[in-house]
């Protein structure tokens, strides 16, 4: 129907995806305020806030200027902003909308208090509180109480909550492993919240939840709000840790076989400039081949996909098509335009990738 390799979306999976998180974080009396990073599109976004999201996050500064320019708020950048170039834009978005942002260092600290005061409107921020991953935040505990008795002398900017990420829960192997971390996400945000109360700092905001801690929100209770994002699609990621099955991924790929040099291989168009080079969670192929789950899509070029088969079990031939769930459905999006909208088997249009290529 349409030139391979193409990425398209089934609006009925992406509904029921949506529908199902913000009921489940609901139900613990979490606020949803999804990560746009995985489908960076407005029209999403706003079907996000419309099923019940009470605002988005955003990675990078130049996303969040493009859902601003899409009529949506509030907005939190989950990103530290460095640098006087962002700054006077983030001064300029602040102006706008309700907007906040997360600090764990005294120099973006202190760069956003002088975007408050240039601008005569505090920057409200949370406290990056390093989850586990070591990707950032500063650590719990007293260097977190010492960190903000720090920044609220600042005249520029608001301490409103705290913030982490425990990016190591993708690597957990089992359901009591995932709990675990899950656990130990709601008590580093809760604990410091606690912590700056009992030294006369009060927050209202404790911001964790990835999509795979979100989906087993009862051990999350008592933090403000998640920010999961990868959920609205899934991914071979989400099927390896448990969260999703085959059926409940709504972002696929089709490709076209171009070659078969010899029974047991074939070669698809559809390369890392269209499935990314990202490996899973767990084991070394690029994507689950749908209704084939036992051919490997073993290795990738730039525009080719390698495939290995039994060929007593299966025949490929030049012109056959094969749908393909990738590894970690957030950077697909960011490679195309546009990805095809279908519900079900029909085709109804195409979702627009507003903040395509907005990464810094």
Known sequence: MFTTPYVYVDLDKVEKNIKNMISRLNSKGIEHWPHIKSHKSVELAKKQLEYGAKGITCAKLSEAEVM?????????????????????????????????????????????????????????????????????????????????????????????????????????QTEEEIKQETRLEAQILLKAKELLKANGIEVTVTSGGSTVSSFHAEELEGISQSRAGNYIFGDMNAIHVGVYTESDCALKVRSTVISVPLPGYATIDAGTKTLTSDLSCRGNTYGLLVSHPDIQLFKLNEEHGYLSYDPKLHTLHVGDQVEIIPNHCCVIPNLYDSIYSFRGEEHIGSLKIDARGKNY
Do not use: M, W
């Not at 942002?101 to 600290?109: E, F, I, K, Q």
């Not at 002088?114 to 409200?124: A, F, R, W, Y």
């Open 68 to 172: 601003a320019e899409g009529g949506i708020q509030p907005i939190l950048i989950a990103y530290p902003i460095i640098g006087e170039e962002k700054l006077n834009r983030l001064g300029k978005l602040a102006k706008k909308i309700d907007i906040r942002t997360t600090v764990d260092s005294l120099p973006v600290a202190e760069g956003l208090s002088t975007v408050g005061e240039t601008i005569g409107k505090k920057i409200e921020v949370l406290i990056e509180i390093d989850g586990g991953s070591h990707r950032g935040g500063v650590q719990p505990g007293q260097a977190t109480l010492d960190f903000a008795r720090e920044i609220i002398k600042l005249p520029g900017i608001q301490l409103v909550g705290v913030f982490t990420y425990v990016g190591q829960i993708y690597g957990c």
